[in-house]
């Protein structure tokens, strides 16, 4: 019977960045060219350098820095700060941005900071925050980052400087791997299962916190190497940030356990360790399960990931559902209204915090008026019947104060990206022009352009004078066209790279630069391999089994799959559930809980042992000859089911045919 890894990759989008360094090759990186360097050098005639009040903010209540590395239990490094040690330069280099060189200044302090009374952060030590709140008998932590070992590094520094109380309860503010994924890095699960600690979480937190990276996951990682920009050598060339904190962990172990409190209510108030929390249910806006955290007793506020120093995506170029931007900007008013004024500091789990009532009451109403307005605007615009690419280009700044306010640059987020996430969102991609209902695939459509301007000589002439004069986004689009018609012609591909690189390094968006950075990488090396990513054994085992069918029917070839159909029962004796699965005219369907009256095949076995399959510790051949599945029926219909599965290369071409 063939070993077919069920699961493999299924995880690997929420934590895309963990690829071995190693593994990467040095390109041959160019220059800025003089326009770039001239209009990167314009930034700074019309952005407020002057204002230097978050150097102030990102510094306040440092109590120890942390510079170095962290590392596993095999002494791979998995977190390393020395490797930003480039960004000591005040002035930005002609590569990158001010704007952006400015961030990455700030998001490059790390350490523990005291925030206020009884509240500290760990910053810069991972890609989130992790929040400690200090209750009279022990500590209330708020998103314990995204591995276990960053995660313990971070509290043995707090415990360090602080007294040694215990961890009575974690939060984790919502369903993405970076804010609960170092859970057993600060407690024990034999301590959550006994109640000696709490874990508070939103409603719907387990199921979007498994299955947001499951379907479409193998192809959300490989994005999010692009987004993030892993596998680019860090430096003014390079990676250098990634809008809300420098990168994610390379490596490491991403746990979960499972909270043992779920919010429900919208202003829920509970007490841990003497210390009030009402949480602020926020579904649907950066998260599908979110919530705020309002400390009356401290006068304290924390937006999560709501109300960050920077412009949000709402759609992350890796890949995910479409945000709502009006209930976005709904929620931040609710925010802004019931605390307002009872808020003297306000932190979240990225960047920095924002104190004094006025600037925190200034922040959030700005940070409401941009999300509404690109709801608006986009609105506005498409129903004036401008499709997504002519509303983006309309939409090249923000109205009124907002544009000059640091805390709404697009760092994270971008007003293009987000106005065509709006237009998905209301219209889906079709942008109303029968012409664009069948477009020709890539490769097909640049061997007709290519033709029809001449041949690649042209083509490549074309692009050369684009370049020349600094029109890069034209001869972008020349060079794709051409790389997808002649994947071999390294001369194209390297023009190709010259012109995204330049793109690259004026861009201020963080993402941006990494996604144009890595193109040029890949077009002048090739695809680097993937490494051997972070361990995500907690993530395998939380999958129900529903979802794990429902992974197994992406998996499934459909042409392999046609006129073979047959009917399998599941029995997981453990779990006490039956499934009936249903292979019929190349798809597979499932049914939850129930049993099908005439089955060609019954597999009994236990989740465990589902688990390790998936997790390649055991392989179904090895699991019926010992016992651990039993088959009932024409079991050589499993062999034949598994042989229509397949695994999908993590590695695929983005940037060529």
């Not at 961890?167 to 000696?196: I, P």
């Not at 085992?541 to 459909?558: E, I, W």
């Not at 499934?579 to 005439?598: E, I, M, S, W």
Request: glycine share 8%.
């Amino acid at each position: 019977m063939k070993n077919v890894p069920l699961l493999h990759h299924c995880l690997a989008g929420v934590l895309a960045a963990s690829l071995s360094q190693s593994l990467l090759a040095a390109a041959p990186l160019q220059p800025a060219s003089a326009i770039t360097a001239a209009k990167n050098a314009q930034v700074l005639k019309v952005l407020p350098f002057s204002d230097r009040d978050d150097y102030e903010s990102v510094s306040r209540g440092l109590i120890a820095p942390f510079s170095g590395q962290i590392r596993n239990a095999a002494g791979t490094v998995v977190w390393d700060t020395q490797q930003y040690d480039f960004l000591s330069a005040d002035k930005a280099p002609d590569t990158v941005n001010p704007s952006l060189w400015r961030l990455a200044q700030l998001n490059n302090h790390a350490g523990l900071f005291q925030v206020s009374e009884r509240i500290y952060q760990l910053r810069g030590m991972d890609v989130s925050n992790m929040t400690i709140v200090e209750g009279d008998d022990g500590l209330f932590i708020i998103d314990p980052l995204t591995i276990e070992e960053t995660a313990h590094a971070a509290l043995e520094l707090y415990y360090q400087h602080r007294p040694h109380k215990p961890v009575l309860a974690v939060a984790y503010s919502h369903s993405h791997a970076d804010h609960f994924g170092g859970v057993r890095g600060v407690v024990d699960e034999a301590d959550v299962k006994s109640g000696k600690v709490k874990i508070y979480a939103p409603s719907g937190f387990m199921e979007h916190a498994i299955s947001e990276n499951i379907l479409a996951g193998n192809a959300m990682m490989r994005r999010a190497q692009f987004q993030f920009g892993s596998l680019l050598p860090r430096g003014a060339q390079g990676q250098l940030e990634a809008g809300m904190g420098k990168t994610l962990p390379v490596g490491g172990t991403l746990t979960l356990i499972e909270p043992t409190d779920l919010i429900r209510q919208q202003f829920e108030t509970h007490e841990v360790g003497g210390i009030q929390i009402e949480f602020q249910l926020t579904p649907g806006t950066e998260a599908p399960a979110e919530m705020n955290f309002y400390f009356p007793q401290l006068r304290a506020l924390c937006m999560s990931e709501n109300s960050t120093q920077m412009m949000h995506n709402l759609l992350t170029p890796r890949g995910a559902l479409v945000r709502d931007a009006k209930a976005w900007a709904e929620y931040i008013d609710d925010s802004l209204q019931r605390y307002g004024d009872k808020t003297d500091v306000m932190f979240v789990s990225h960047n920095w915090p924002t104190w004094g009532a006025q600037r925190i009451q200034t922040l959030l109403a700005d940070q409401r008026d941009m999300y509404a307005f690109l709801d608006q605007r986009a609105l506005h615009l498409m129903n004036q019947g401008l499709t997504p690419t002519e509303i983006a280009q309309k939409m090249e700044r923000l109205p009124g104060n907002l544009e000059n306010k640091w805390y709404t640059r697009s760092y994270y987020g971008s007003l293009s990206h987000n106005s065509r996430a709006v237009y998905q969102r209301y219209l889906g991609y079709y942008d109303g022009n029968p012409a664009n209902l069948n477009p020709l695939p890539p490769v097909e459509q640049g061997q007709h352009y290519v033709e029809a301007l001449g041949g690649a000589e042209a083509v490549q002439k074309l692009m050369k004078a684009a370049i020349a004069k600094g029109e890069y986004r034209w001869a972008a689009t020349l060079g794709n066209n051409l790389v997808f018609a002649q994947p071999d012609n390294q001369q194209a591909k390297s023009l190709q790279a010259d012109a995204l690189e330049q793109l690259g390094y004026q861009s201020e968006n963080a993402l941006w630069r990494n996604m144009y950075l890595t193109a040029a990488m890949e077009l002048r090396n090739g695809v680097p391999e993937a490494g051997t990513g972070s361990v995500r054994n907690d993530l395998v085992k939380a999958m129900s089994p529903g979802m794990f069918f429902d992974y197994l029917a992406v998996r499934l070839d459909s042409e392999k799959a046609e006129g073979h159909d047959m009917v399998m029962n599941w029995v997981f004796d453990d779990l006490q559930e039956n499934y009936a699965l249903t292979l019929r005219n190349g798809v597979l369907t499932h049914r939850n809980r129930q049993l099908a009256a005439k089955a060609d095949l019954t597999v009994k076995l236990s989740k465990a042992t589902l688990d390790r399959i998936s997790l390649r510790q055991l392989d179904f051949p090895t699991a019926i000859k010992q016992g651990d599945i039993k088959l009932e029926g024409e079991g050589a219909r499993l062999g034949q089911f598994l042989g229509m599965i397949d695994s999908f290369a993590p590695q695929f071409n983005v940037v060529t045919p």
